[in-house]
């Protein structure tokens, strides 16, 4: 899987529209390693990274895929079930698929100033409180950092991660690469 860290450092993911899903959970996938969560997130030392899927059952296929038998900082990443948005608070990446962008505004404030990544795949998921929005500009998928979002919850972004993204800071683009 290290292959997909280089890959996505070098080159942001193209995407057709039948690979969409496919490359979100890639970028859900190397987000591990670009994030710093604080310490208060974990009980120990070797507690998993916890992802949870809310939709998408293509990407939360792909993604468990991905994350099977695979470690960062020497923390196990794991896909948790998710059966209601309530019992979010868990975990430390939260997806969120367009098909919610109705009630992502409603989420995303129960997990203001908590350490959950929250991503999500709507245009405006960024604009509505929501950390990172992985988002379509012409045939690739980039994302689109709220660095207030991010700063408000604890959690660090690597300045690698940062270089690839469009940041947001107050509603307004302050840099797109």
């Not at 992802?51 to 939360?60: A, D, K, N």
């Amino acid at each position: 899987m290290r292959l997909c860290l280089v890959l996505f450092l070098i080159n942001p993911v193209h995407a057709d529209s039948s690979s969409i899903p496919e490359v979100r959970a890639l970028y859900l996938y190397n987000f591990s390693m670009f994030i710093h969560w604080p310490d208060k997130a974990f009980p120990t030392r070797n507690s998993p990274i916890r992802y949870c899927v809310l939709g998408g059952r293509v990407l939360r296929r792909t993604l468990a895929r991905l994350l099977e038998n695979e470690t960062v900082k020497g923390r196990p990443l794991v896909l948790e079930p998710l059966e209601t948005p309530i019992d979010a608070s868990h975990c430390h990446l939260l997806y969120m698929d367009d098909t919610l962008a109705d009630n992502e505004g409603q989420l995303i404030t129960a997990l203001e100033n908590q350490p959950v990544l929250t991503v999500g795949a709507s245009r405006n998921f960024p604009h509505n409180g929501g950390m990172i929005g992985l988002v379509r500009k012409g045939r690739r998928i980039r994302p689109l950092v709220n660095m207030k979002a991010v700063e408000r919850s604890g959690i660090r972004i690597s300045s690698k991660l940062l270089q690839l993204s469009t940041l947001l800071k107050d509603d307004e683009v302050v840099k797109s690469p």
